[in-house]
């Protein structure tokens, strides 16, 4: 059946010169998106080429139903316009969610395709098959777990038990055993569903043990599973515009997976079987009290008036407190007051890539205010005040000092060498990752216990009601 | 080997290069961005979800392809989406406006 009329070699042609101005589409998109200036375009492009791809799908001259299609295009739209909508701070969930869905219609498209060829298929397609549904499955139930620690609804702690890389590594071994078996034997009774439930199972055992502060690399891990995914799809349904995306997709992910396991100076087999921040038995606990310098939101803000320049470094504390609108009001009160302000951005701040850019775009704070970690550290000698804002581990100093620290070695935003150094923290307790911080003892160091928001909020009342 | 094996592996690997030099490019400033971007071009896989619910097959491809079509789908819609909103938030400080 054929929709249009016209015979089966044109609507081929028709739907190939379409798919190949889609990949065209699709790389102009990601070569705008690499400046603010021409980002937009790029989604523009991107736009097109998908819409273009997805029209000409339709004249597909095998399509011999539409209605669950149009359905199904209907239940996307209203379950995908609700997460594009979602707020800056949902983000990072909103992207696992997205890396799941992704995922999940990769492996259902070969296990679909599994069954429908099942009694012709050679032992190289049926490679190709499995390590596409293993890997589909395995990044479906990974982000959406990622996804239930972002939104808090799974603890964010690396859940850890003993021998536990010996089990999933099992596991893992298991996936592929059933896969072996399937390519002597396609038809094996039962051992496919076995490896697809296997598969979901690794999934769920590889992200569990993997802690909140290591979620930047493991978002961008899986959103390259995601790609590779839909890679080989494209192999196993000989379809070049998604060998194209996906290896774009892929290898998007992987860059970023890299850059942050550069921030962090650790490795990918680390990050994802290391259970960072499991157990910091903390030698330094029974050493006696150590004296921290406090100050009030009035005491702070006379200090940040006087200076010249402020470099403010936010971390995942601002995003929790909800506290960058807040943090944009003293941006703006204190540069009327001729007070130079940058924000340091560390790579890893947050809990993904590029989270803390977001937020403050949110809060309408220009962009040409946010230096990145190096430019950060070469202005910070000149730095009257560095004022942190729920950021812990990516301005500890032990980075640098402590061999015995695990966070040895990590790049950080070196704010100790700055004049005065002012911490907005709710409390002594160790940050997300456990690791004590001597930043909070030095003597230039002045503690501002309390919320984000209501801290950097008194200071803001301080500034414009004293100011006048 | 299946048809098409060689010249789609030539493919993977000039696209995975092209990749890597495109991405390498892009301002750390819009990483965020870039993820909701990429999930939402990788979502072309709803090409493949069309056919496979659409053309003649069994009520088990029916259902994981309809399944496939509104998971891509929505990455598709909901990824252009935020990635547009994210990007409109992106401003330079005041007079100098580009």
Not at chain 1, 18 to 25: G, P
Not at chain 1, 146 to 158: C, D, F, M, S, V
Not at chain 1, 250 to 268: D, E, H, P, T
Request: proline fraction near 5%.
């Amino acid at each position: 059946m054929n929709i249009t009329g016209m015979d089966l070699t044109t609507v081929q042609y028709l739907t190939d010169f379409s798919y190949i101005i889609a990949i065209a589409c699709f790389i102009l998109s990601l070569k705008w998106l690499s400046t603010p200036a021409t980002a937009r375009r790029g989604v523009l492009v991107g736009e097109i080429g998908a819409g273009l791809a997805v029209l000409t799908t339709f004249f597909n001259p095998e399509l011999v139903q539409f209605q669950w299609i149009l359905i199904a295009l209907l239940v996307g739209a209203i379950v995908g316009i609700p997460l594009g909508l979602v707020q800056m701070k949902a983000v990072p969930q909103r992207t696992a969610m997205s890396h799941a869905f992704g995922a999940l219609a990769a492996a259902l498209i070969g296990i679909s395709e599994y069954y429908l060829h099942v009694h012709d298929l050679t032992k190289f397609q049926m490679v190709e098959i499995s390590m596409e549904v293993i890997i589909g499955c395995l990044s479906f139930t990974g982000s959406l777990i990622a996804a239930g620690k972002l939104q808090e609804w799974l603890p964010q702690r690396p859940i850890v038990y003993k021998g536990q890389n010996f089990v999933s590594f099992s596991v893992l071994g298991a996936a592929v055993l059933a896969a072996l078996i399937l390519i002597f034997n396609p038809t094996a009774p039962f051992v496919f569903p076995a490896m697809v439930v296997i598969s979901l199972l690794f999934g769920v055992m590889l992200v569990t043990p993997i802690g909140g502060a290591d979620m930047p690399t493991v978002i961008a891990l899986l959103n390259s599973y995601v790609g590779l995914t839909a890679a080989l799809l494209g192999f196993v349904l000989n379809s070049k515009v998604l060998v194209v995306a996906g290896a774009l997709d892929g290898s998007s992910g992987f860059i970023l997976a890299v850059v942050m396991c550069k921030a962090m100076n650790r490795s990918f087999t680390n990050v994802l079987f290391g259970a960072f921040g499991q157990l910091q038995v903390s030698a330094k606990a029974a050493e006696e009290e150590r004296t921290v310098h406090t100050a009030t939101p009035e005491e702070a803000a006379a200090i940040l008036a006087s200076a010249n320049t402020v470099l403010i470094v936010p971390g995942y504390g601002m995003a929790v407190a909800q506290a960058q609108h807040k943090v944009r009001e003293l941006l703006d009160v204190l540069g009327k007051k001729g007070v130079d302000v940058k924000f340091g951005i560390h790579p890893v701040a947050g809990r993904m890539p590029g989270h803390m850019n977001v937020l403050l775009a949110e809060a309408d704070v220009p962009y040409d205010k946010l230096v990145e970690m190096d430019a950060a550290n070469s202005e910070m000698p000149q730095t009257d005040v560095a004022l942190i804002i729920g950021a812990n581990d990516v301005t500890n100093p032990a980075a640098k000092t402590d061999q015995s620290s695990p966070i040895y070695g990590m790049p950080i935003i070196e704010v100790d060498r700055a004049r005065t150094v002012m911490v907005i923290k709710r409390s002594l307790n160790p940050g997300f990752a456990g690791i004590d911080n001597p930043l909070y003892y030095i003597d230039k160091t002045m503690m501002l216990f309390g919320d984000a928001k209501a801290f950097v909020s008194g200071i803001v009342k301080e500034l414009t009601g004293g100011g006048e | 080997m299946p048809e098409g094996f060689v010249s789609n592996l030539y493919v993977f690997l000039l696209a995975g290069f092209l990749g890597f030099e495109l991405i390498r490019r892009v301002s750390p400033l819009l990483h965020t961005p870039l993820m909701a971007l990429t999930n939402a071009l990788d979502a072309i896989v709803v090409v493949a979800a069309i056919i496979i619910a659409g053309r003649r097959g069994t009520v088990l491809s029916y259902t994981l392809g309809a399944i496939a079509v509104a998971a891509a789908f929505s990455n598709m819609v909901g990824g252009f989406l935020i990635t547009d909103r994210m990007l409109r938030m992106f401003k330079l400080s005041g007079r100098k406006k580009p």
